[in-house]
């Protein structure tokens, strides 16, 4: 039971850690969010907050086989298939909402 534990906190620290760089991500591209948030009704937080949730919900099964005992992908890796996935989804809702 101890065992469990320590993997799920493992677990919840690598996501808390990919967020934090999603939201710095964010963040250093400022003009980008600012864009998009100006064709929806939606603030700049709220929409990060989102399109977090959204690239974390993509990348979690990853994260979950990034940590021991099965080790199918580095904490690495995962961080890397969230950034680009981040950027997927940032180049998506530019398509959507601004080439209307």
């Not at 600012?34 to 700049?44: F, I």
Request: aromatic share 8%.
């Amino acid at each position: 039971m101890e065992a469990s534990n320590v993997k799920c906190k493992s677990f919840e620290q690598l996501i808390s850690e990919i967020a934090e760089l999603l939201w710095k991500e964010l963040g250093a591209d400022e003009a980008r969010v600012r864009r998009v948030v100006a064709a929806l009704e939606v603030d700049a937080e709220t929409y990060k907050r989102l399109l977090i949730k959204e690239v974390v919900n993509g990348i979690y099964l990853d994260a979950q086989f990034a940590l021991p005992p099965h080790t199918l992908y580095t904490p690495e890796q995962v961080k890397e298939k969230a950034l680009k996935l981040l950027e997927k989804k940032v180049e998506r809702d530019e398509r959507l909402y601004l080439q209307l």
